[in-house]
């Protein structure tokens, strides 16, 4: 309504809002208290509204995040046909493509994680790295676990802190736990703007 009638000073304050709960530096999300379409109140819409409606706005900065949200709902929400949240079909495919890429990487330096850092075998009862009567095979198989759990985050929100839970102590947990938010900063969150749409552009 603001850019239909003209009233571009609310315009401007609005899509500075947006701003907080957009973000497109990393230390932007990990403060923000509110994120993509929740900042929008009650009734909460549809992500793909919201996308819908920040591409008709050109909202170009707020792309990225906003189609990283519509995917994490996962494929059916993606191709909801509710009222006002079916994605145009150029947009739907990139953000489908984007979203498959990012996957990939976390794939690649999940595996890197796990496989290629310095996990010892823990004496804690209940860490699934105290390793027993054959080593070699009961370390493969902890670190298989460790390595599922890594990668199931990819089917979801690639960007939350991973949790290991009950699978391993507290020790052996925290190495894990920073090296994935090292690669969550450094990898998939400057991949946003290339996968998601900034950087070529092809869902604006």
């Known amino acids: 309504m603001a850019t239909k009638y003209g009233f571009s000073d609310i315009r401007e304050g609005l899509i500075e809002d947006l701003k907080d709960t957009y973000p497109t530096k990393w230390e932007d999300f990990e403060t923000a208290k509110v994120l993509g379409e929740d900042a929008f109140g009650s009734p909460r819409p549809h992500p793909n509204a ?6 008709e706005q050109r909202v170009k900065f707020a792309l990225p995040f906003a189609a990283y949200r519509a995917a994490v709902g996962g494929f059916s929400s993606l191709i909801s046909s509710e009222p006002g949240a079916t994605l145009p079909r150029l947009t739907l495919a990139s953000t489908i493509y984007g979203m498959e890429r990012m996957r990939r990487v976390m794939f690649q330096l999940s595996h890197s994680i796990v496989y290629s850092g310095n996990i010892d075998a823990c004496p804690q009862q209940e860490c699934v790295l105290n390793i027993g009567m054959d080593p070699t095979e009961q370390g493969t198989e902890a670190l298989k676990k460790i390595f599922d759990v890594m ?9 939350s802190p991973l ?3 009950d699978l391993v102590c507290v020790d052996c947990a925290k190495p894990l736990e920073d090296a994935h938010l090292r690669y969550r900063e450094q990898f998939v969150w400057r991949a946003f703007p290339s996968l998601l749409g900034a950087g070529g552009g092809s869902i604006m």
């Open 163 to 165: 949790s290991l839970g």
């Open 50 to 55: 919201v996308l819908n409606l920040l591409l």
């Open 151 to 159: 990668v199931d985050k990819s089917k979801g929100d690639l960007l």
